[in-house]
């Protein structure tokens, strides 16, 4: 029943994707910074990692740097103005970050051990600190940095979609703080947070398929489940298992392939179902 109401009634989905949304971030500051601020991270690293420049990414940095501050300056005095500035801000966010998003991701993990995923990491706790990449002073309001950015662009699509009467359909990816998610549920009746879990061994097989190796993994894992934090971190950090625990729909995904499992595509298509139609 579910597959056949899909079937005659399924819309597509417009992922926002977080990394992209701390790489904005990354974007308001000059490329100067980002390299100064990998240096100083990889050098603090128990086993200090030699760093390779990112210079070879240097040029489409600086345009998107331009393009960054042009789209944050753009006024909003006037319906054309903000319209103007909806449109440029949906090709910023939608076209010119994904690419370069994946472009930064392979360079940083050109350092060694894959170090894009620490990076980011390290970037978002110091946005939900401080509102800046490479700050980690805390300024009280910053909380919700990311979350707010978010939930900017979702407005830029709700508006693209207005004059057509057009529903939107948005997947954010992923919310792994749990603040965070207390965002959204607050102020979106129509939002769902859903956990997607994988037996330990298929998870770390997956991986292992990706070039992780054992010690960065390690590492991930500390960082995305851990056993104690902080105050502070307690706000700042990932913290999966807490995003678990209050999440609306548990789904899950066995295997150890990196592609999406038929077992999850069913059950992501029966539960959207229920959401379009109860």
Same mark, same amino acid.
């Given at each position: ?7 005659? $009634? ?12 701390? @790489?904005?971030?990354?974007? +308001?500051?000059?490329?100067?910074? +980002?390299? =100064? ?26 345009? +998107? ?7 944050? $300056? ?9 319209? /103007?500035? &909806?449109? =440029? ?7 010119? %970050?994904?690419?370069? #998003?994946?472009?930064?991701?392979? =360079? ?12 980011? &990491? #390290? ?5 939900? %600190?401080?509102?800046?990449?490479? /700050?980690? @002073?805390?300024?009280?309001? &910053? ?21 057509? $009467? ?14 965070? =998610? ?10 769902? +947070?859903?956990?997607? $879990? @994988?037996? /330990? ?16 993994? !390690? ?12 105050? !502070?971190?307690?706000?700042?950090? &990932? ?24 077992? %999850?595509? !069913? ?12």
């Amino acid at each position: 029943i579910a597959y056949d109401f899909a079937k005659e $009634n399924w819309k597509p989905f417009v992922i926002i994707r977080v990394r992209d949304v701390i @790489t904005s971030f990354i974007l +308001l500051e000059p490329f100067q910074n +980002l390299q =100064a601020f990998v240096n100083n991270l990889l050098a603090r690293k128990p086993e200090p990692i030699t760093v390779v420049s990112l210079e070879p990414i240097q040029e489409i940095f600086d345009i +998107l740097h331009e393009k960054r501050l042009s789209l944050k $300056n753009m006024p909003e005095t006037n319906p054309k103005e903000i319209l /103007d500035k &909806q449109s =440029a801000g949906y090709s910023f966010y939608f076209e010119d %970050l994904p690419k370069f #998003t994946d472009k930064l991701k392979k =360079a940083l993990n050109l350092l060694a051990d894959n170090q894009y995923t620490s990076i980011y &990491q #390290t970037i978002g706790d110091n946005i939900r %600190l401080s509102g800046r990449p490479y /700050d980690e @002073t805390f300024i009280s309001g &910053q909380l919700f940095a990311i979350s707010l950015r978010v939930n900017r662009i979702i407005k830029i699509l709700s508006a693209k979609a207005r004059p057509n $009467n057009e529903n939107v359909f948005i997947a954010i990816d992923a919310i792994r703080n749990p603040f965070e =998610a207390v965002f959204f549920r607050e102020r979106y009746s129509a939002f769902y +947070l859903i956990s997607i $879990n @994988t037996p /330990d061994s298929d998870r770390i097989s997956r991986l292992q398929s990706l070039n992780y190796n054992e010690t960065v993994i !390690k590492k991930i894992d500390n960082k995305e489940y851990p056993k104690s934090l902080s105050a !502070k971190q307690r706000f700042i950090s &990932q913290d999966i298992q807490k995003c678990i625990e209050i999440s609306d729909i548990h789904v899950n995904n066995p295997g150890t392939g990196t592609k999406i499992t038929s077992i %999850l595509k !069913k059950q992501l298509v029966n539960y959207v179902s229920l959401i379009m139609h109860p």
